[in-house]
């Protein structure tokens, strides 16, 4: 392996250590893996609940998963764990296919990440459009503000059912039998969180609400559900790794939704590596990135965690306390160990109602409302690829949304390249007025402009059939073709058989390296067509045949 890729796939973590690593540096990791990890412990906590499994998976898999992402990823400050991305996945597999079934799906998503990352597809992950990336954020970002109305108003509505207008219509029913008491601590946690915010934003806003809710709750005896009421056997100890429980028909069955979780974990942890870079000046590997973030998973599913990622939130509060290297994002994993060991069953005593006003806040975060006015406010397209995968997100399938919104992307933009690629004649196909002069009687000269790939080939084909004129000779300028596909050298062919038919050569000049050898490998399709170097090489060609070409019918308009 060359030197140069080797280096795509060190992790930052040994770069870091290379140049020489300081108490100085350690000091300020540690302050900065405190602060991130005050941050991460009930976000943590309340990202396990909306996933449906329980709060000690979603600590779990900060510890784990956050350790490998930053021990191993490519990014010298990314911070990883659970994140809000993966609730409406995970709660669907769990749903379907049982805990175990999600412990399988992290597993084969991380090798899937790992493959990824040394196939080089860490460099394609960023063309995914931003209307595609917002929507399906948005929509996410609805369904988990959804699902935690019930927990926020202390509804008694049973088991809500997963879809989103089949929830708010179980909502809907149960609504007399929301709780004061319940509601008051909710809407007490959430404010105390956004005052928080605008006062003080340095502080921990989410430990100090969440702490103060639980201690009311206590000390008061209010008749307010806990984590501990939910969750009465939740362990307080990281548990021992095992290799899950598979068979064949179960890795078939949950492969789709390994796919999903891999696409989400390896689009927003390079998303957040691209942040963490405009912050610090850093440059990211996105290859070992990839190879972190499936490492990563691999390990949060032989503790039995959850599907974990780059967090953008807890990689930007990272930077703000001053990282310096992958160590903090290593310690914050430890210390959040260290709490689940010594503090753990304190957990039982947080209020459902605090967890869901906590959840809420992420859900406003993700929804990137801003952005999304940006965008609607972008042309007809942009906008409709951006509510399409918006709704197809909130009211179909998360899996479905991507597909469709990645494909209509895709779509979309063949179509403007495809507006893109003109053919020109006359004076717009030679700038030199010389070298226009100096063209033979009975020469058609013809400049293609633009990519000529499957979008455009039936436009241009129907261009060069509307010259009309059987010239003696036709000059094809190619220079401003940087992509030729096999649409394309048909459309060449074409137009070559048909001139040939007319008793019309062909020249085809100026060619990018890269078009010539694709078009040299159709031979001898090519070999009624000439080649030339240079417009200048072409003219000088076809007037040795001067008296030829001047016979012809057809002249220069």
């Known amino acids: ?3 140069n890729s080797s280096l795509a796939f ?3 973590l040994v770069s870091t250590l290379r140049e020489g690593y300081t108490f100085g540096l350690f000091k300020s990791d540690f302050i900065a893996g405190l602060t991130v990890a005050i941050i991460a412990l009930p976000l943590a906590m309340a990202l396990g609940i909306a996933s449906g499994a329980s709060p000690d998976k979603g600590i779990v898999t900060a510890v784990v998963a956050g350790f490998l992402i930053s021990a191993l990823g490519g990014s010298r400050v990314q911070v990883g764990g659970p994140t809000g991305a993966f609730v409406v996945v995970i709660s669907g597999v769990i749903a379907e296919h049982g805990y175990p079934g999600l412990v399988l799906a992290t597993g084969l998503a991380g090798m899937i ?3 990824a990352g040394y196939a080089g597809l860490g460099k394609l992950m960023k063309f995914v459009p931003m209307p595609v990336v917002t929507g399906f954020t948005a929509g996410i970002a609805v369904i988990i503000a959804s699902s935690q109305v019930g927990d926020f108003l202390g509804l008694q509505a049973g088991k809500v059912p997963a879809e989103f207008v089949e929830k708010w219509t179980a909502y809907s029913r149960a609504i007399g039998t929301f709780q004061w008491t319940v509601v008051a601590i909710g809407a007490g946690t959430l404010a105390t969180i956004l005052v928080l915010k605008r006062l003080s934003p340095k502080l921990p806003g989410f ?3 969440i702490v103060l809710a639980s201690g009311v709750v206590a000390l ?4 307010v559900e806990t984590v501990g009421m939910r969750f009465p056997n939740m362990p307080s100890t990281l548990p021992a790794p095992h290799v899950p429980a598979f068979s064949v028909q179960m890795v078939q069955d949950v492969l789709p939704s390994a796919f999903t979780i891999a696409f989400l974990a390896g689009i927003e942890a390079l998303l957040s590596a691209v942040v963490a870079d405009g912050l610090t000046g850093y440059k990211h590997r996105p290859g070992q990135e990839l190879v972190g973030q499936g490492i990563a998973n691999i390990g949060s599913a032989l503790f039995g965690g959850l599907p974990a990622t780059g967090a953008i939130a807890r990689t930007a509060t990272n930077i703000r306390a001053g990282a310096r290297s992958p160590v903090s994002g290593m310690l914050h994993a430890l210390i959040l160990l260290a709490i689940l060991l010594i503090a753990g069953r304190w957990v039982a005593y947080v209020p459902m109602s605090a967890l869901a006003a906590i959840l809420l806040v992420v859900a406003w975060g993700m929804s990137e409302a801003d952005r999304f006015r940006t ?7 942009e906008r409709a690829l951006l509510l399409l995968t918006f709704g197809l997100t909130v009211f179909v399938d998360l899996t479905v949304a991507i597909g469709v919104g990645v494909t209509l992307a895709s779509m979309l933009f063949m179509a403007r390249m495809s507006e893109a690629t003109d053919v020109l004649a006359d004076d717009e196909s030679v700038e030199d007025p010389e070298q226009w002069a100096a063209l033979p009687a009975g020469v058609e000269v013809f400049r293609i402009s633009g990519p000529m790939f499957f979008g455009a080939a039936a436009e241009m084909l129907e261009t060069l059939h509307r010259i009309g004129r059987s010239p003696a000779a036709v000059i094809l300028r190619l220079d401003r073709v940087p992509f030729i596909d096999s649409s394309g050298v048909h459309v060449l062919e074409a137009f070559v058989r048909q001139a ?3 008793n019309t050569r062909v020249v085809l000049c100026d060619m990018p390296r890269p078009v010539w050898q694709i078009l040299a490998r159709s031979s001898p399709r090519f070999a009624g067509a000439e080649r030339a170097k240079s417009l200048n090489a ?9 008296e030829q070409i001047g016979s012809a019918q057809g002249h220069l308009a």
């Open 375 to 381: 965008l609607f406010r972008m042309d007809a397209g």
């Open 1 to 3: 392996m060359l030197p």
């Open 500 to 502: 040939r038919i007319s």
């Open 10 to 12: 060190t992790p930052k």
């Open 220 to 223: 008061l005896k209010l008749p």
């Open 113 to 115: 990440l790992t493959v």
């Open 538 to 546: 072409a003219t000088k060609r076809l007037a040795k045949n001067s």
């Open 207 to 209: 430990l100090i609400a």
